[in-house]
């Protein structure tokens, strides 16, 4: 029989779709970078005001995890009072680190950049970094870097491999190959699938193996020939350990299929 023709990228969907994956992540983290960025930003761009530190607390955090382990971790806490020329108070709170907290005293005065949009992402104008690049900053932005980097580097590799095939497909020697096993792997997919592949032998007891697929554990395969039967696979010329099944990669044109 005769298999339809494969297209470089049908070859490489589950690299595209890894990589689209991949590339979400990223862009949902260059999203959070820009936010933060920009909020920081605007920060710059406010004079620091003079608040008084009303309270000094360490709070206690718990958490039970998922293994039935109870996690607990201190949080520095600091209630600061901003006063306006006017009179009016303003109340409001942050977390500095460990290094500020301890320096710091009630009654104690000190400069703040001032959110009055958000209060809480104020910050110790001590502790203010230039815009978006101090901290967990840099780090979000590295990750979002990385991650939109690796998927590009994914749709690239991908793409390599499918023109690999192809070209093995189109220019490679054409012979005649006998089905020796069917292996699985150690991954298992999802829905009571495994992963499967045929493995063969051609003529000149080379031996190469099919895409891996997923199918249903206890059915039959039907995703590619019984053990034993003859298949015609295509060697790459000039690395001969590369070798394709036409059933993953379509049968060259002009051929008939094998009986």
């Known amino acids: ?48 005001q003079l608040a008084e530190i009303r309270q000094k607390t360490t709070q206690q955090h718990m958490r039970t995890m998922k293994d039935g382990t109870l996690r607990i971790w201190a949080v520095n806490w600091v209630d600061l009072q901003l006063v306006k020329d006017a009179g009016t108070a303003v109340r409001f709170g942050l977390s500095p680190t460990d290094a500020t907290f301890a320096k710091l005293a009630t009654g104690q005065r000190v400069l703040v950049r001032f959110n009055r949009s958000n209060p809480l992402s104020s910050v110790l104008d001590s502790e203010f970094n230039a815009p978006g690049f101090g901290g967990a900053r840099s780090s979000l932005a590295s990750w979002a870097l990385m991650t939109l980097t690796s998927s590009l580097l994914l749709i690239a590799w991908g793409r390599a491999k499918a023109r690999r095939w192809i070209k093995t497909r189109d220019h490679g020697e054409a012979c005649i190959a006998v089905v020796t096993a069917h292996e699985t792997s150690i991954w298992r997919g999802g829905k009571g699938t495994i992963g499967m592949s045929a493995v063969w032998r051609d003529e000149k007891e080379r031996v190469g193996r099919s895409f891996w697929t997923q199918v249903y554990r206890g059915r039959p395969v039907t995703a590619f020939p019984p053990v034993g039967a003859s298949i015609r696979v295509y060697v790459d010329g000039l690395s001969a ?10 049968t060259r044109a002009g051929e008939g299929g094998v009986p």
Do not use: N, Q
């Open 1 to 48: 029989m005769r298999y339809p023709v494969r297209t470089t990228a049908s070859l490489m969907a589950d690299h595209i779709v890894i990589a689209a994956f991949v590339g979400f992540c990223g862009f949902v983290l260059t999203v959070f970078f820009i936010v933060f960025a920009l909020g920081d930003y605007r920060l710059s761009l406010t004079e620091p």
């Open 241 to 250: 350990g590369l070798s394709v099944w036409e059933g993953d990669v379509g």
